[in-house]
């Protein structure tokens, strides 16, 4: 049993709040949910073959400042795009189908707008003279569902005609986000333009959006052959990473100021440059994602299997101007039969954890995990999901929950969703923590409000009250409080039957 014990009178006068420190253990452990959802898609991209381009993200999951999420999907035979309500513990809370995206052949962006609770969708639509997924729109939808904008940002043109623009997420991804510092929608995903020479080429596509639904086009032609696209909202400032294969070829790290008008670049930075002919298609890298640190800086990791014996892992930091910190560290060193696929780089806690997957023999071996960011989290070992079932999504980022838990979305086949988590930090860890108290009375017993952190998932405490901390007054039961899924609880105010006009003096949490 684990206890958390606070003196009635250092509560009362205190306060007793107590931060949770996230405690730098490997990630080992993945808890996995699997929920009923018509129309969810059956299948990813291939786990074992390392494809140049990036993949349009089918299905995307963001979380919410409480700790639930929100799940958008495209479901392939009704040409439609689905939003999810799913609450902390898992459980399925409501569904929109809106009207607005109907048609729709491509999901490319997803974001949720905390203010009012509606959503932000970057989708692909047929066109009748140029083909499928040629035009690119991107709708706002109440939280049930009304539609509140539907712009088309680029594909109405001939196709034959120099500068026309079509088929977003063309060989490459797509990412949409919501800045609340400037209250703007941005978008920044792949596409084709016709050029002079009679071809279409691929690019990438920067644009702003106000949630009136205005559109300020950021750079219609962002790196040649872009082939995956990242996207990072830092207050005024936004960052996106590139994997060109053109003008340039190589990773690149940009900095852009959001603005009410639209945004501006101030920084573009290639990090790592990949070997080889200039648009020849062919990379051997796979992108895998940047975090915000504590430091400031910015941790970027990817794979390639450049200069190595197969695709390795690996991990490096820039300061927001795209400056390196310190040098990039292989976090693999296999041999030629076994290579990292998917690589994802998410925050933890206070330090960010880096997952992958190993495969050899032409199928999964494992998950691995290694906490980077910290002199600390930089010094632990790497390690081994031990559910061999746990897999790395193809599709999308890892979402950090406000708790410092990890949350990911992936399939158990055609309508299955399956929710992987990974708990706070705080959470089963021996860091239960009681704090916010607050004393009142009701008639001639005191009573105790409160929060609880650091608990299991999903699990019980009890919050017990004692005159002397159990020596001779022994520790009683007053309430028996449920956690949720991050292991956090507010509670009261409960009363304390046997505090009488004088009250107890402590009181504790115990649990599991």
């Not at 392939?76 to 569904?95: E, F, Q, T």
């Not at 052949?105 to 997924?133: C, H, M, Q």
């Amino acid at each position: 049993m684990r206890t958390s014990y606070v003196p009635f009178i250092i509560a009362a006068l205190l306060g007793c709040g107590s931060a949770v420190q996230a405690q730098l253990a490997p990630i080992t452990a993945v808890e996995t949910k699997v929920i009923a959802v018509t129309g969810f898609p059956g299948t990813e991209p291939s786990h074992t073959v390392v494809s140049d381009y990036g993949i349009k993200p089918t299905v995307i999951l963001t979380a919410n400042a409480d700790n639930s999420c929100n799940v958008a999907f495209h479901d392939s035979a009704a040409s439609k795009i689905a939003i999810l309500s799913i609450d902390a513990a898992g459980n399925l809370v409501s569904r929109l189908d809106p009207a607005v995206l109907q048609g729709a052949t491509e999901l490319i962006g997803f974001a949720r707008i905390p203010g009012d609770g509606s959503f932000g969708v970057a989708y692909a639509k047929n066109n009748a003279a140029n083909g499928p997924d040629f035009e690119y729109w991107i709708a706002r939808v109440s939280p049930a569902g009304a539609t509140l904008f539907n712009t088309l940002v680029f594909g109405t043109q001939p196709k034959g005609q120099v500068n026309s623009k079509g088929e977003p997420g063309y060989f490459s991804s797509g990412r949409l986000a919501f800045n609340p510092a400037t209250q703007n929608l941005i978008s920044y995903t792949g596409h084709s333009q016709r050029h002079s020479d009679g071809i279409r080429h691929q690019g990438g596509h920067v644009a702003t959006m106000s949630l009136a639904g205005v559109l300020a086009v950021a750079n219609p032609w962002y790196c040649s052959h872009n082939f995956d696209q990242r996207l990072l909202v830092d207050g005024s400032n936004f960052y996106t990473l590139a994997h060109g294969d053109a003008f340039p070829r190589g990773l690149v790290f940009g900095r852009w100021q959001d603005a009410a008008g639209g945004a501006t670049m101030t920084n573009d930075v290639q990090f790592f440059t990949i070997p080889g002919t200039s648009g020849d298609n062919v990379t051997n890298t796979q992108t895998g994602g940047f975090v915000k640190l504590a430091s400031g800086n910015i941790g970027i990791v990817y794979s390639t299997k450049a200069g190595r014996n197969n695709y390795d892992v690996r991990y490096r930091e820039l300061t927001p101007a795209g400056q390196a910190s310190g040098s990039a560290v292989w976090l693999t060193s296999y041999p030629a039969g076994t290579f990292a696929i998917f690589p994802k780089i998410v925050r933890h806690g206070d330090v960010a954890a880096v997952f992958w997957e190993e495969v050899t023999g032409g199928s999964v071996r494992a998950v691995r995990s290694k906490l980077v960011g910290t002199a600390a989290a930089n010094a632990t070992a790497m390690a081994t999901v031990s559910d061999t079932a746990v897999r790395v999504s193809a599709y999308y980022d890892m979402a950090p929950l406000p708790n410092g838990g990890i949350l990911w979305a992936s399939h158990r086949g055609a309508g299955s969703l399956a929710l992987q988590r990974v708990v706070s930090p705080a959470a089963g860890t021996g860091g239960l923590r009681l704090g916010n108290v607050a004393f009142g009375k009701s008639g001639a017993n005191f009573t105790i409000s409160g929060s609880v952190s650091g608990g299991a998932s999903l699990g019980t405490v009890f919050l017990q009250a004692s005159s002397d901390m159990g020596r001779t007054d022994a520790w009683q039961n007053i309430a028996t409080i449920p956690l949720n899924a991050a292991g956090q609880a507010t509670f009261g105010p409960v009363t304390d039957p046997g505090g009488g006009s004088l009250g107890r003096n402590f009181f504790r949490l115990d649990g599991p």
